[in-house]
């Protein structure tokens, strides 16, 4: 963003009442955990999907169809726990700062279970469509 671009919009943030959120892949990605690239993080986490089926990131692993349903639920069950034991990425940590004493609602389509490590239930929305 230019300097100009992000002083309009920490002077509109301020004079806000109330922030409207829509969260998307772009900040999962700025927190490292890019689901549609082949990255360090799959390849530290997933390597071994990798190599068996050829996936080269957790995007293309959670839609690959697999021969048997123990490896699909095998890939989902290490995401699923990737995921809960992943820390909270810093785009999410500085959003809730910049958020902190404004009345807000996040509304995310990010399945990462990002949002709610960081915001409380009451003030967002995840929907995920498979």
């Known amino acids: 963003m230019r300097a100009e671009s992000i002083r309009?919009?920490?002077e509109l943030l301020?004079?806000?009442?109330a922030v409207l959120v829509?969260?998307?892949?772009?900040l999962s990605s700025a927190a490292g955990y890019n689901h549609y690239h082949h990255n360090t993080v799959f390849e530290e986490n997933f390597h071994d999907f990798e190599k068996a089926?050829?996936?080269q990131s957790l995007f293309q692993g959670f839609y690959y169809v697999y021969s048997k349903p123990e490896q699909q639920w095998g890939f989902y069950?290490?995401?699923?726990?990737?995921m809960e034991e992943a820390p909270v990425g810093q785009p999410y940590i500085d959003l809730l700062e910049i958020l902190r004493e404004k009345e807000y609602f996040?509304?995310?389509?990010?399945?990462?279970?990002?949002?709610?490590k960081v915001?409380?239930?009451?003030?967002?929305?995840?929907?995920?469509?498979?």
């Open 77 to 82: 069950s290490r995401y699923i726990r990737f």
């Open 8 to 10: 309009t919009t920490t």
């Open 14 to 17: 301020q004079q806000a009442d």
């Open 119 to 130: 915001f409380p239930e009451e003030r967002t929305c995840q929907f995920c469509q498979n």
């Open 53 to 55: 089926y050829g996936i």
């Open 106 to 116: 996040i509304l995310t389509t990010n399945c990462d279970i990002q949002v709610p």
């Open 22 to 26: 829509g969260a998307g892949s772009g």
